[in-house]
């Protein structure tokens, strides 16, 4: 890792060092202000977590700093703060703001679409984000937490996908997230949807059959999931009838979106050796696309700090590692600026291909055929 001074314990447990992370709280009363007056205001959302944090990095530069991962959870009470905070908060914005436009009647259709569009950009920038926080805790509440989040944008099967799946897999055949060389997004997209949600649903199956049940069992998360995201669905329809229910499906559809883009970016092309016989080499820091941009990590509680993620999964945001150039691969810019280049494959190829190329010659001489590597036609992990 970095070989940057490290942040004691008593310098992270002060709220002045927590407070940048609390930015994404500013996108709430943004979605308000946007709801009351329309117009150009229903492109602050999308404009401020794309296009501003974007300047705010080139502003702000790069963060090497790490705090001292052996920190007591105890000393990240205000970091925690604003992922304890935001559920509630984002359920309130989200059908505070349907029973407001609704009953106002002071928008267009394509003004109320336009506005459910950018709350979809925060629900799925932050809310999914935020989730992927919870999920990981030991902690029961701030899982339900995670889960209640996941569920406002039917996608609550992401928690054991990403849980039983990803992080297991990830960078083999078996991983329906990890993007594929020469994979546009446009591609990898509808590919995942149906793919996650399988293996999502299989991977609870077996635990299931493990311990003796059905999948139909109680006790089988996807029954939680389907109750908590019918509720969504019933509040949406209740506040606003059809047209509730229409709004709530576009944030809902914006907002995987956003996800899946992120987990396009996050291991474009970086594969796992197969060793043989179906086995694999171990996950490593190098199979994760790292960015250390500043104003970027604060937006997303330092989820570009991937591969540290991938290598101790538990390690709450505050505590995640930067790593040198030598030791995991460096995307360009941030998140909000690569996510917008997926979106255009080839500006896309033409950007992250050569670095995927140069990745292989430094950790992987050996390999002269990338063929079944690129096409996910290597054997199934066992």
Known sequence: MTDDTNIGHSSAAKLWAAIPFW????????????????GWWLVAVPMATWNLFTLLDAITGLNKENLDPNTPVEALFWYRFVTLIWPPLQFVTLFGVMIYVLSSDHLSGSELAAL???????????????????????????????DILLSMVLYSHFRSEHLLV????????????????????????????GQS????????????????????????????????QGLMLVYAIVIGGWTGLGLFLLQAGVAIWQLEL???????????????DGKYEHVKPHHSWNAAHKASNWLLINLQRHSDHHYKPDRRFPLLQNYRDDEAPQLPFGYPIMTMAAMV???????????????????????????????ATNPLPR
């Open 197 to 228: 949600l399988f293996s999502a649903f299989a991977a609870e199956k077996a635990m299931l059959k493990r311990r003796g049940k059905h999948w139909y069992s109680p006790i089988n998360p996807f029954m939680r999931y389907w109750v908590l």
């Open 23 to 38: 930015m994404p709280l500013l996108l709430v009363p943004l979605v308000w202000i946007s709801a009351i007056n329309g």
């Open 345 to 375: 494959p080839p500006i896309w190829r033409r950007v992250m291909n050569p670095r995927v190329r140069a990745w292989r010659k430094q950790y992987y001489p050996n390999i002269t055929d990338w063929l079944p590597y690129k096409n």
């Open 262 to 276: 992120v987990n396009y970016v996050e291991h474009y092309g970086l594969t796992r050796e197969h060793l043989g």
């Open 166 to 193: 990803h992080h297991r897999y990830v960078g083999t055949p078996r991983d329906p997230v990890t993007a594929r060389y020469n994979e546009g997004f446009h591609r990898f997209f509808p590919r995942v949807l």
């Open 116 to 146: 459910f569009f950018g709350i979809g950009v925060m629900t799925g920038t932050i809310g999914i984000n935020f989730s992927h926080e919870l999920m990981h805790q030991p902690n029961k509440y701030e899982r339900w937490l995670g």
